[in-house]
């Protein structure tokens, strides 16, 4: 269900300061992050499903940002909710190509105007600071597409950044050589494996512990995956998971390996190559805008 109330993006990102307040010239959200560099290679069957140059298979310079969804610059790492992971690919002499990814499989809504809902809904009381439990079963009440996503936290907290898997939730289009168009969901996996923290016990450690984590941790591998839609899927749609067991494609694999200043980057999910299509639901170019309002906000 899509609210009869829409907003423009700089409207959104208004909305978001005042709901989910964050320090002056900070991200809205995923505010607390490190940066990283690294390289992309491919693998010969990402060539076959698409000819977008970053698939090729030469080395692939990337920049990459590990985040938090919550969390201002100064929270504690086992509490930011959800990771994220964003990978700015940059080939030498062609456009920079985004992907933004993160741990849940599947999203809340299909829209910005319903993530503001979302957003008023998990935002704490502004008089007492007290959450407001029936404001968020209202809001799950009209909004049943959000089931799927509320249920898939482990619940627990993170044990490193590089051992999640990352989704980047929409399905892409990919053109292969032929001209034919396959439709897909990318996704990182680690190489280590999957592991978590006992919540409460992630509490005690130090409050930028993923960070400190991560610098030890490097050089750290993930693959690419694409999970490809099969019938019966609701393609186009980001709140639905898909058929289960999926079929995935390797793509490539992603090696990080140092830590850097976070240069300001800007991610955008529609910054995409030549050889893949936008998506088409709604909420991919409601963030590419907000996104673009929110960087705007912050930097001025
Ligand atoms: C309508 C839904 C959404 C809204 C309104 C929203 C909003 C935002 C905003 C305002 C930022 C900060 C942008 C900046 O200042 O540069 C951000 C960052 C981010 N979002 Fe979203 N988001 C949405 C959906 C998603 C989804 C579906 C994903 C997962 C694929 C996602 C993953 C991320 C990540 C990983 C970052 C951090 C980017 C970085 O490291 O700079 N978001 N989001």
Redesign the pocket.
């Known amino acids: 269900m899509t609210t009869e109330k829409d907003f423009t993006a700089g409207e959104?990102?208004e909305r978001?300061a005042e709901l989910l307040p964050a320090e002056p010239h900070?991200?809205?959200?995923?505010?607390r992050?490190t940066?990283v560099t690294g390289v992309f290679h491919a693998e010969a069957t990402a060539a076959e499903l698409s000819t977008a140059a970053i698939f090729a298979g030469g080395p692939v310079p990337v920049v990459g940002?590990?985040?938090g969804?919550r969390g201002d610059a100064h929270g504690h790492d086992a509490h930011t909710g959800d990771q994220?992971?964003?990978v700015r690919f940059a080939l030498p002499g062609e456009p920079v190509v985004d992907l933004?990814?993160?741990t849940?499989p599947v999203?809340f809504?299909r829209?910005?105007a319903?993530?503001?809902e979302f957003?008023a809904a998990i935002a704490p009381d502004p008089g007492t600071g007290a959450p407001k439990p029936e404001a968020m079963t209202d809001f799950t009440d009209r909004h049943p597409e959000a089931a799927a996503a509320l249920a898939a936290g482990s619940g627990l907290a993170p044990a490193s950044y590089v051992s999640q898997r990352y989704?980047?939730?929409?399905a892409f289009g990919f053109i292969a050589h032929d001209g034919t168009q396959s439709w897909a969901r990318l996704e990182w996996h680690p190489e280590v494996g999957l592991t978590g923290l006992d919540p409460v016990a992630a509490g005690r450690l130090p409050a930028d512990y993923l960070a400190r984590d991560l610098a030890r941790r490097l050089p750290a591998h993930f693959g690419l995956y694409a999970r490809l839609a099969v019938d019966g899927d609701a393609v186009h749609d980001?709140t639905a998971l898909w058929a289960d067991p999926p079929r995935l494609l390797r793509l490539g694999r992603l090696r990080l390996d140092r830590v850097i200043d976070?240069h300001d980057?800007?991610?955008d999910?529609l910054r995409l190559p030549t050889g893949m299509t936008a998506p088409r639901d709604r909420?991919a170019a409601?963030?590419s805008a907000?996104?673009a309002?929110?960087?705007r906000?912050?930097i001025r």
């Open positions: 959104s990102a978001m900070t991200r809205l959200l995923h505010s992050g940066a940002r590990f985040s969804t994220g992971l964003s933004t990814a993160f849940l999203f809504v829209s910005g319903d993530m503001l957003f989704h980047a939730i929409h980001p976070d980057l800007d991610f999910p909420l409601d963030r907000i996104y309002a929110a960087r906000r912050r």
